[in-house]
């Protein structure tokens, strides 16, 4: 990878990528284990749209980059939001800042689909890859993409009181929703048969395995 000309924006790639490998390594990863190798993250997959962003539209993060210069901050990487597209989210948390409130970046990496056509490369072909099996040009492929957010925290706060109170402020709740109320006592209603249906067949199996001693 070569290095962006903003230091910022390259020290805060460097981040990243030490804390992608750290969330790879908590994974359990090893060059040894094969089965593992699904729930790794693709490092280089995931950087190269960040990095191509940051060299080709330097003016679009000018106020990430002030962030960066005069807070202190901690890169968490989190389950995406999105279930199909998603791969993974960098949580940017800043601290200590100059803002009147906490804030952070988000940052979605995703894969872009691009149905190009179906691959139809052979090795004569200009820049075919015998690795990849393919030459890597208008052939169908997922792109890697990102997203990045801004957010400020307003508030945190719990329920003031305790859990009787809260039961109180539920029965006010679902007697002002009467269809929500009558799809939560049919839920209630399912789960509550389902769990002694499931009980019944325990206790008969038991029962069984006495009777057969």
Not at 33 to 52: A, G, R, T, Y
Not at 99 to 117: A, H, P, S, V
Request: hydrophobic share 30%; glycine share 2%.
């Amino acid at each position: 990878m070569k290095k962006l000309k903003n230091k910022t924006l390259q020290a805060f790639l460097d981040n990243f990528v030490e804390a992608l490998k750290d969330e790879n390594e908590n994974r359990g990863w090893d060059n040894k284990n094969e089965e593992n190798k699904e729930s790794i993250f693709d490092i280089p997959f995931l950087v190269s749209s960040l990095w191509q962003a940051f060299r080709e539209k330097l003016d679009t993060y000018t106020d990430f980059i002030k962030c960066l210069n005069h807070t202190f901050y901690q890169i968490h990487i989190v389950q995406s939001d999105d279930n199909y597209y998603g791969i993974c989210k960098a949580i940017v948390t800043f601290y200590d800042s100059e803002e009147t409130k906490d804030f952070q970046y988000e940052i979605d990496f995703l894969y872009n689909q691009r149905d190009w056509g179906y691959c139809q490369c052979t090795p004569d072909m200009k820049d075919y890859r015998e690795d990849k099996h393919c030459c890597g040009h208008g052939c169908d492929w997922w792109a890697p993409s990102f997203e990045i957010r801004k957010s400020y925290r307003i508030n945190i706060q719990s329920w003031d009181g305790d859990e009787h109170d809260y039961w109180d402020f539920e029965d006010e709740f679902y007697l002002s929703d009467k269809e929500l109320a009558e799809k939560k006592e049919n839920e209630d209603r399912e789960r509550e048969i389902w769990e002694l249906k499931s009980r019944i067949e325990a206790d008969q199996k038991r029962l069984a395995e006495l009777e057969n001693k």
